[in-house]
């Protein structure tokens, strides 16, 4: 991958993008493809396959062989109705992974709202905080993840669009045209970290498909995503495996919970392509080595057009 050990701080511009981590400069001249290893027995898609520490620290293996840009470990299940996980539990699961997911030569990223979980994954030397709450979350101590991560000074961001909370969010989705409030939501927070001395270039932006938002409302996020580019940040897409993809593509989402993972990739991976093709530099998938394939297809299209995306 085209992503180099970080010298100096890389600055969002018009014609390139780097996203800057603990680590390294992402190049997002290229779109790149996040792999998910999830260390949960309950994730709505993969729960359990991975929960032990030996098939998880495989599965990063297995990522990264097929193609993985970058890899993001969350030890928690944000579905709806999840339990929440205690920190000193997330800390078992995920510190073992992330300690030698760091060794692989790619961006690591966290998938965590809890700021001890933070600072503790940042202490081993990962490059990305990926957080659906947008570093809101205070944990009993008064410490904020925003505090965690403008006083680290390199680890890179994501901050995510969430409505209510994932015990109630689809209980009580969004109304209204979800896109203006989905921008203002980002803008603000992205704003709110840029005062508190966070580079630009250290953050990107998700607008969270499947937190609180209806099939219709996740699909007019993708049909509209150009207009979360507008606040210049990197858009990373998180569509895999999501219900809402099972809602356009099933007869029925009475199976939905429990529809095979098999039957959720092509989807998925079209879903990936779409977020690209809108403008996506970072694709969040649980299928590595069939949207680095779908994504290679894309770029010679592109180039075959005299673009290089």
Not at 6 to 33: E, H
Request: proline share 5%; hydrophobic share 45%; aromatic share 4%.
């Amino acid at each position: 991958m085209q992503a180099e050990p970080l010298g100096s701080v890389f600055v969002c511009t018009i014609d390139t993008m780097n996203w800057a981590t603990s680590r390294f400069s992402i190049d997002l001249s290229q779109p790149r493809v996040m792999g998910i290893v999830n260390v949960t027995p309950d994730s709505f898609s993969d729960g359990g396959h991975f929960s032990q520490t030996s098939s998880a620290l495989a599965h990063c293996d297995n990522l990264v062989a097929q193609g993985a840009d970058i890899l993001d470990i969350g030890g928690e299940s944000t579905r709806p109705n999840a339990a929440v996980v205690p920190v000193e539990e997330e800390l078992a699961r995920v510190l073992p992974v992330v300690r030698h997911a760091v060794t692989l030569g790619v961006p690591v990223s966290v998938d965590t709202y809890k700021p001890a979980v933070m600072q503790a994954v940042l202490d081993l030397g990962a490059d990305i905080i990926n957080d659906v709450w947008a570093l809101r979350w205070q944990g009993e101590d008064g410490l904020s993840g925003q505090e965690v991560v403008v006083r680290h000074g390199r680890c890179g961001v994501c901050l995510m669009h969430m409505h209510r909370e994932p015990q109630t969010m689809q209980a009580a989705p969004m109304q209204g045209d979800v896109v203006p409030q989905v921008l203002s939501f980002l803008k603000q927070h992205a704003q709110d970290l840029c005062g508190l001395g966070v580079e630009k270039a250290r953050i990107s932006i998700d607008p969270g498909i499947g937190f609180g938002k209806t099939v219709e409302q996740n699909f007019r996020l993708l049909a509209r995503q150009s207009e979360l580019l507008t606040l210049g940040f990197p858009v990373l897409a998180g569509w895999s495996r999501k219900s809402s993809l099972v809602a356009v593509t099933q007869n029925s989402l009475a199976n939905a919970a429990t529809l095979d993972r098999h039957e959720r990739m092509v989807p998925s991976v079209a879903a990936a392509v779409l977020a690209v093709e809108r403008g996506a530099r970072v694709v969040r998938v649980h299928d590595v080595k069939e949207t680095v394939q779908a994504l290679k297809v894309w770029r010679a299209m592109q180039a075959a057009l005299g673009n290089n995306p």
